[in-house]
């Protein structure tokens, strides 16, 4: 049986994240309907990872079980022709037979991006925070730099959902915050993030700059694990899945 | 009585132009419907343009005429708060009496925006034409400047359209196309154009680029005002009014 490794895009924007659902359309859905309809058979999309709705991906790693013999070329023209303009299929090979989107990940990659302009962008809509105020990006990216390491993410979860991670230990490979023009984006690698992690991370340093929060906080809450010592969960619209690390 | 020249930017995909019309939403009606709640009046947003369906505006001029003595940084505030995402005031200030949005221009600025990857971006959907096909920029930039000049552009015109024109005769001040990377832009400016001009412009580039047509189809465009001369209208995803000129 081949084992596909395929690579997707999409904008969030119109999702309710990727993984089906009983009442809301996911991107895991409209993949595998597509599927459906050009291998003739039923098959599950196993995604690298879950996003929550509204959150983005410039390269999702999915994979795909089927003894359908199609090649790799007309599937990624086939899947493009019929997918919705906000999804799009980047790259699709076979890979080997213990290969899993999910478990052979060894981490990934987000941004965020923030938008300082005093006005909105109106063609960013959705694919950006707009926050039209000073921002410190130089002290951000050093509070940045204390989620680096074996961390206790803990703090940094839904609360609703702590109960459902084994561990909440994960290991943060790096981060940091930069600026180009108005834009600033944040980018953080990790070998795994639990629910809602990259948000809170986002929205502990605008407390910080806002002068809600200190930088302490962030240390204290991986000794406490308690959430009420950071900011607020960032909104979706501006986190972008970047990148899955084989 | 004051005269505000206001500046908007706004995203056209879901909007079926600027003008007002009985049975679909538009850019104009947003603003006005805006306007009375801030103003408390209904008043006229005279704009310097019509766009079509589904194009986009950078930088998009209107006159509002008002008795209404709120600060011009008040309004912009209010109207970005009150306005949905995909509209934005950019900028207010008080006009003289005699300035008029649409009357007083000396010309207009249009930008269109082609894609060439061989994957669409799903985060330029609807923000652009994608094309994944071999674009001869340096041949078309040559060709678009035959556009240039003092030019009756009657072929250059939807056909439903040219009764509404008193004159079909306009100047052409540049036009040129250049790439950056797998992002090809058409930029044109002229002292006024008809109704899908720009649009038949790209598609009679693309036309040439596909040796459909050549590019004397566009020097006899000009003098048989033969609209079967020319390309396809451009789909509006691309194109974006980007300055108005006084």
Same mark, same amino acid.
Request: glycine content about 8%; hydrophobic content about 35%.
């Given at each position: ?38 291998? !003739? #058979? /039923?098959?599950? &999309?196993?995604? +690298? ?6 959150? @983005? ?91 680096? !390491? #074996? /961390?206790?993410? &803990?703090?940094? +979860? ?6 459902? @991670? ?81």
């Amino acid at each position: 049986m081949r084992n596909l490794k395929i690579y997707i895009a999409y904008d969030g924007s119109c999702y309710h994240g990727w993984q089906r659902q009983e009442n809301n359309i996911t991107v895991q859905q409209v993949i595998e309907d597509t599927l459906l309809r050009i291998l !003739g #058979e /039923r098959v599950t &999309a196993h995604g +690298c990872s879950r996003t929550d709705a509204g959150v @983005h991906a410039r390269e999702f790693c999915m994979t795909v079980r089927t003894d359908n013999p199609i090649p790799c070329p007309g599937l990624v023209r086939a899947m493009n022709g019929q997918l919705p303009d906000d999804i799009a299929v980047k790259s699709c090979e076979d890979a080997p037979e213990d290969f899993h989107a999910r478990f052979s990940s060894k981490g990934k990659e987000y941004v965020y991006i923030i938008n300082t302009a005093p006005v909105r962008d109106v063609f960013a809509n959705r694919h950006a925070l707009h926050y039209p105020h000073p921002l410190d990006v130089p002290r951000l990216d050093a509070a940045a730099k204390l989620y680096v !390491g #074996e /961390r206790d993410l &803990a703090a940094f +979860c839904r609360a609703e959902s702590l109960a459902q @991670h084994k561990t909440t230990v994960r290991t943060v490979y790096s981060a940091g915050m930069e600026r180009c023009g108005d834009r600033v984006t944040f980018t953080v690698s990790g070998s795994g993030f639990l629910h809602h992690t990259v948000r809170i991370m986002v929205g502990t340093l605008l407390w910080i700059n806002e002068g809600k929060i200190s930088e302490d906080n962030i240390t204290k809450a991986f000794a406490a694990g308690d959430r009420e010592l950071l900011g607020v969960t960032a909104p979706p619209d501006g986190l972008y899945l970047n990148k899955v690390l084989y």
